[in-house]
């Protein structure tokens, strides 16, 4: 029997903003967890985001804003994966997000929005709970 | 800095004070088993004069205003002159910015600061595909000289001084501002302020970048010698450490990246052949002050100190004034907790003490809630009110460094003098800045300590009251929100300067820069002619990509 697939996470930067600490340690954190793990870098388009996590096959996107376009990105992500058929993979997001806005992101799909102060812990918790390699 | 007689002494008593230490610990031991800094330097418990043996007075300490400048860059500091109360703010459009300006000043503030909406930051305008979303969001809007008319409006720019947060198009907002004030009547000789401008620290931390590094230098190098030359009370880079410590550096290396940066200015400025003494008066420094309270005090002393050698010693600057770091401080906004907010405003506090105590020049004090978003008028208010309480109030404004001589931050003061050189050392040895930022030298380094120090956190190592310790539902606090008007009037805008302007004389402008750029003239007067006849930001950031090239970050974690 083959061994299991890790889990494949993209941790991504989507927009102008260059607060990259956050994304930084979130890969790390993945990364010290076991999962395989691609960082797309800064000043990312959603459409290089969408078509670099088709491309890597990943299970699982994680978004990371501090700039307030947030709610511009995060649901153009959700609306391309849609467009190519990719929507079995898994949004979700962190970053400076007023709380008001989290309902609408999961509205559209973001399964989970991290704000400040949530731990490496508990972030890696959810991805394992959430996210399952697929076939 | 003590007769050795004396230190004997002291030896001796410190002896019976440990002897009467261990019979109390043995009944009541330390509350942990290792006190250190939020840079997790240890810290004793006591500091004596022994600790300050090798210290010497005049040559490490002396006097205000005296190289080399550890208790101040300022003879008389605070009982002169308060330090300058300089609000960071752009929120929206330049419309809503400028009322900010109003508000602010009427209420006491001294100074402008002005932060730049995420497209202006990178060289887009906010008609780009690459503004989508963030028009007006993260700061104000800026594309072309319009706009910056709209946001000094009323603003009398021969008496008041801005500051200006941005980097790769540095040079076309300076260009901008001088236009403005001409119009006002105000010559770019009486203009004051200054461009952030630092490159290096933004391929370090910040990440706004446009060109690759080597370009990017030169741009810089053309602002120095364009102002030192016609804008002599303009500082030509705020040469930052904040960014630094914000992706979460520690002090030391903030401060050792920091002036080893300056170092690479210098000697750039320099390659171009001019004079240090006549371009190093006007470079100035920006630090962040952290929650530590004394580690952020020794740093900014240290930081003087060091600068003071570094332009004599090694640049051999002969004008005091090219000795002096100069420096802004923000107080830290990585140490806010989105977490009952309403506890920011006593961080701000502390952390706004700290930097006064450490002797700054001008100060930005964070709102409770920019850990949630652009800090509301009454949030921005309140943080405006904590600076002018520590000036008006606490009274330590009275007397000049009155922690030189604490046995404890004089030896910190050393401790992180001694640390930071041993970096910059090492920079040096790497060939400098620019080739240690290619190597991903200071990145590793800052992505290191930042992830160490989360897991700090994360394993309640180290306390954040409200996250890891006393934490408790709160209620949401109400939060600043752009009006989605704002950024279709932005879009209309720009399409009416596009339509109003002389298009030819835009286009000619555009291709004498672009020949200037090819060659090697200084490009600042060809930006000046171009911002005049509204050319946008973005038409003249797309020549120096077009010329220069563009830089990617490499994402490394």
């Not at chain 1, 949004?91 to 997000?97: A, E, L």
């Not at chain 2, 909406?117 to 963030?134: I, Q, V």
């Not at chain 2, 802004?328 to 990585?334: I, L």
Request: charged residues 25%.
């Amino acid at each position: 029997m083959s061994p299991e697939r890790k889990i494949r996470i993209m941790v991504a930067k989507p927009g102008l903003n260059g607060h990259d600490r956050g994304a930084k340690i979130i890969a790390r954190g993945f990364r010290d967890a076991g999962f395989e793990v691609i960082y797309t870098g800064l000043h990312q388009t959603p459409e290089q985001i969408v078509a670099a996590a088709i491309e890597e096959d990943v299970d699982g996107i994680g978004l990371s804003s501090l700039a307030g376009a947030h709610d511009y990105l995060f649901p153009r992500v959700v609306e391309l994966l849609k467009e190519k058929g990719a929507d079995d993979i898994v949004v979700f997001g962190g970053g400076i997000i007023p709380e008001e806005d989290i309902s609408k992101l999961r509205e559209v799909g973001i399964r989970e929005v991290f704000t400040p102060g949530t731990s490496i812990g508990d972030t890696v918790n959810w991805v394992r709970r959430n996210i399952k390699p697929r076939k | 800095m003590f007769r050795e007689d004396h230190l004997k002494t002291i030896g001796d008593e410190e002896k019976r004070w440990v002897d009467d230490l261990r019979k109390v610990l043995s009944e009541v031991p330390e509350r942990l088993p290792r006190f250190s800094t939020i840079s997790d330097m240890e810290v004793k418990g006591l500091y004596t004069p022994k600790d300050l043996e090798h210290l010497d007075y005049s040559r490490d300490v002396g006097f205000p205003g005296i190289y080399p400048f550890t208790r101040g860059v300022q003879p008389s500091m605070y009982r002169g002159r308060i330090w300058t109360m300089r609000m960071f703010s752009g929120l929206g459009g330049p419309e809503e910015t400028n009322k900010r300006f109003h508000y602010l000043l009427e209420h006491g503030e001294t100074g402008l600061s002005i932060a730049f909406h995420y497209p202006t930051l990178m060289g887009y305008d906010s008609d780009s595909p690459m503004a989508r979303g963030e028009i007006g969001k993260c700061g104000v809007a800026v594309d072309s000289l319009k706009d910056m008319e709209i946001l000094l409006e009323g603003i009398p720019l021969d008496k008041v001084t801005t500051s200006m947060t941005i980097n790769p198009p540095a040079s076309i907002l300076l260009a901008m501002y001088i236009v403005v004030a001409e119009k006002q009547g105000v010559s770019k000789a009486q203009i004051g302020g200054t461009i952030q401008n630092d490159m290096l620290k933004e391929f370090i931390a910040q990440k706004t970048f446009m060109l690759p590094p080597k370009p990017s230098m030169r741009l810089i190098v053309d602002t120095i010698e364009y102002c030192t030359k016609e804008v002599p009370r303009w500082n030509t880079i705020s040469i930052s450490g904040y960014h630094i410590r914000e992706a979460g550096s520690t002090a030391v290396q903030e401060m050792a990246f920091t002036l080893a940066d300056g170092i690479a200015y210098v000697e750039a400025a320099l390659e171009r052949d001019l004079e240090v003494d006549d371009f190093a008066p006007r470079l100035s420094f920006f630090f962040d002050s952290h929650i530590d309270f004394f580690e952020e005090i020794a740093k900014f002393r240290a930081a003087r100190r060091i600068w003071a050698r570094i332009m004599k010693e090694r640049f051999k600057a002969k004008n005091s004034r090219s000795w002096m770091l100069r420096f802004h401080t923000q107080t830290a906004g990585c140490s806010l907790s989105a977490q009952q907010p309403y506890n920011n405003v006593i961080r701000t506090a502390y952390e706004a003490l700290a930097a006064v105590l450490g002797g700054t020049q001008s100060l930005h004090t964070n709102s409770l809630d920019e850990v949630y978003a652009i800090p509301t008028e009454e949030a921005a208010t309140i943080a405006l009110r904590t600076q002018q309480i520590l000036a008006e109030e606490t009274g330590v404004t009275n007397n000049i460094d009155p922690l030189g001589g604490s046995y404890f931050v004089e030896t910190l003061t050393n401790r992180v003098e001694t640390e930071a050189l041993e970096y910059i050392q090492k920079i040096d040895d790497m060939g400098g800045m620019l080739a240690a930022i290619e190597k991903g030298y200071p990145q590793a380094e800052i992505a290191q300590a930042a992830y160490q120090y989360q897991k700090l956190i994360d394993d309640a190592k180290k306390v954040v009251v409200g996250l890891n310790k006393y934490a408790t539902d709160h209620a949401p606090i109400t939060t600043w929100k752009m009006d989605p008007l704002i950024e279709r009037r932005q879009l209309k805008r720009l399409r009416e300067v596009k339509e109003m302007r002389n298009t030819q004389r835009v286009k000619d402008d555009l291709k004498e820069l672009r020949g200037a750029a090819e060659g090697d003239e200084n490009l600042m007067p060809y930006i000046i002619n171009a911002v005049r006849e509204y050319a946008t930001l973005q038409e003249i950031c797309d020549v120096f990509r077009e010329v220069f090239g563009t830089y990617t970050d490499p994402g490394m974690f």
